[in-house]
């Protein structure tokens, strides 16, 4: 799994950069660190992501200028939206009540029997699109080993902050799972991404498809859709999909709200379905 780099000397870019168009509108971000003494970590988060970095100690309810701030509190990175009524904020935490809530939850059992748990151990899970990772953890809890990709460079950006600070924890079931677990920031069709082990099963969730009708967003991930809207990263998900189903694994699954339309209008060999998503399962060989 790799690890945070080095900080840089803080830089602070006269205006805003626009990261991702959002239908009509753009959306504009910041970095900040909650104190001066994570000033350092933030202005690399910065450097990385070509945003400015504002004042240490910055409130989003009080920032006018920006959409939405990254804030960096020690191990800690969470994207809040700024404004006084604004959600909570998004961040990667694999220790938190709701994280461990999903071990003993349906889902698990359903992306499970989607992938092929039992069928081969290890099974060995690409997450092309981990986005926050929260499907990555419970493939790991399952057993998986899995690797991540993540192309969005703040959402990746999220989730290195949450693989590093469950690393720091001391907390032996988060220890398990990060030994199952390695995490590639980029497209998951670099070849770099591609060494041993070969993966079994090719995994993809697409979070948020533009003007997606089929699912309502919770408050605090709307920000994430309007992040993600237009991005190259969801209008190639068709194309990601072809490319999945021409490398050398057993399986491709996609995760789809219900009522969705196949993904690139490819016609999976099953899908399993709960209430509110299914998993579309393309099967290319026997796993066994």
């Keep these: 799994m790799s690890q945070p780099r080095a900080g840089h000397a803080p830089v602070r870019p006269r205006a805003p950069v626009i990261r991702r168009a959002a239908g009509s509108r753009a959306v504009a971000l910041g970095v900040c660190a909650s104190e001066p003494s994570h000033e350092a970590g933030a202005a690399a988060v ?146 770099r991404v591609h060494s041993d082990p070969a993966a079994d099963v090719i995994y993809l969730d697409p979070m948020f498809e533009p003007r997606d009708k089929y699912a309502a967003v919770k408050k605090d991930m709307a920000l994430l859709q309007r992040l993600l809207e237009n991005s190259p990263v969801q209008s190639d998900a068709g194309q990601l999909l072809d490319w999945a189903l021409q490398q050398p694994v057993a399986r491709v699954v996609v995760k789809r709200p219900i009522r969705a339309l196949s993904l690139g209008e490819r016609t999976p060999s099953h899908s399993i379905a709960g209430r509110a998503v299914r998993y579309d399962v393309h099967v290319l060989r026997s796993l066994n």
Excluded at 70 to 89: E, F, I, K, V, Y
Excluded at 95 to 102: D, S, V
Excluded at 111 to 140: F, I, M, Q, S, Y
């Design 46 to 191: 910065a450097r990385r992501l070509a945003l400015p970095l504002l004042t240490s100690g910055t409130d989003p309810r009080h920032c006018t200028r920006l959409d939405a701030l990254l804030c960096l509190d020690g191990d800690d990175l969470s994207l809040r939206q700024t404004g006084r009524r604004a959600p909570g904020p998004v961040r990667v935490d694999f220790g938190a009540a709701a994280m461990r809530h999903r071990r003993a939850g349906g889902h698990n059992e359903l992306l499970g029997r989607a992938v092929g748990v039992g069928k081969k151990t290890p099974l060995v899970v690409l997450d092309a699109t981990a986005g926050l990772g929260r499907d990555a953890c419970v493939l790991a809890d399952l057993g998986c080993r899995v690797t991540l990709c993540e192309r969005e460079p703040v959402i990746a950006e999220l989730l290195q902050a949450g693989l590093t600070a469950a690393a720091r924890r001391g907390d032996p079931w988060l220890d398990a799972l990060l030994s199952r677990m390695r995490f590639y920031p980029g497209d998951a069709r670099s070849p």
